[in-house]
């Protein structure tokens, strides 16, 4: 089969369309021919071993699971002996995590991984996002901010793959959203539901004057120390993006009840903590609450040119690799 291999760290260059051996699942393994894949943010920063502490798990010298992705979406085609869950044929959705090996043609995971029954309403390529920006999203805005009906949420970075999707689960939650992008995204942002958009070419949202009970840094290049000012009294900085700073500030602020600053490694989250997550998002999305923003569709063999796409900085929702275009819808 095809796979994209990451060789070494580094650039996208260092991405390559290769043969390797189809898996071959154990007792209780599924093998799913993928459909659709992402390249996330999360994929480029992995490419470059960025923060370098990931390189203890990632593989300190280079990669030990070397065929990238994590996000997936395709069809049953094997099962073990031992499954009872799922069946050939069964469209299915998930994610690999530290395991990766999603851009590929095949991949073999366990049953009771981060894998799940695709509704037949969803398309493919939008179920491959799912797992990413909707799924850190939902775990930020529920579990450490603890979103409330009413309360003023700001996600900075919301026409990003995190962002889109926190506009419309904040949403769904009762909240009054304030989105913060370049201003040739505001319309995007406020057909997701935004009450407010606030255009950071401009715009310091900082210095704007008004107050929020949950700060959502989708991109991390904002502090707690530069956001507390505009945070209620118990509000919350929340970030995907961990670094010294965030990691100090979190100390620094884990006692009492004043502000605070929160991060979660939502993709090292367990898959009977994951999985419900996954369910109240398809909740979210068959109540026509939450739609997928896809921006760029590349093939298998123009990844690396997805990952320069995504290092930009300038995707617009998701970013997908289709395997098989005629079976996306």
Sequence with gaps: MQAIVLTKYGSPSNLQLQEVAVPTPKENEILIRVIASTVTKADTMMRRADPFISRFFLGFFKPKNPVTGTGFAGKVVATGTGV?????????????????????????????????????????????????????????????????????????????????????????????????????????????????????????????????????????????????????????????????????????????DGKKAKFSATGLLSADELKPLIAELLQIFEAGHLRSVVDKRYTLADAPEAHRYVDTGHKRGNVVLMLAPKMAG
């Design 84 to 256: 009872t869950h799922f069946a050939i044929g069964d469209e299915v959705f998930g994610e690999t995590g530290v395991q990766f090996g999603a851009n590929a043609e095949y991949i073999s995971l366990a049953e009771d991984a981060v894998v799940l029954k695709k509704p037949a309403g969803i398309p493919f390529e939008e179920a491959a996002t799912i797992t990413d920006g909707p799924l850190t999203s939902i775990n930020f805005l529920k579990n450490l901010a603890k979103l409330q009906p009413g309360q003023k949420v700001l996600i900075n970075g919301a026409s990003g793959s995190l962002g889109t999707a926190a506009v419309q689960i904040a949403k769904h939650y009762g909240a009054v959203v304030t989105g913060v992008a370049s201003g040739r995204n505001a319309e995007l942002v406020r057909s997701l539901g935004a009450d407010h958009f606030i255009d950071y070419t401009t715009t310091d949202f900082t210095q704007a004057g008004r107050t929020y009970d949950v700060i959502y840094d989708t991109i991390g290049n904002r502090t707690f120390s530069e956001t507390k000012g505009v945070l209620a009294p118990t509000g919350s900085y929340i970030s995907p993006v961990m670094g010294f700073r965030l990691f100090i500030d979190m100390l620094l602020t884990s006692r009492g």
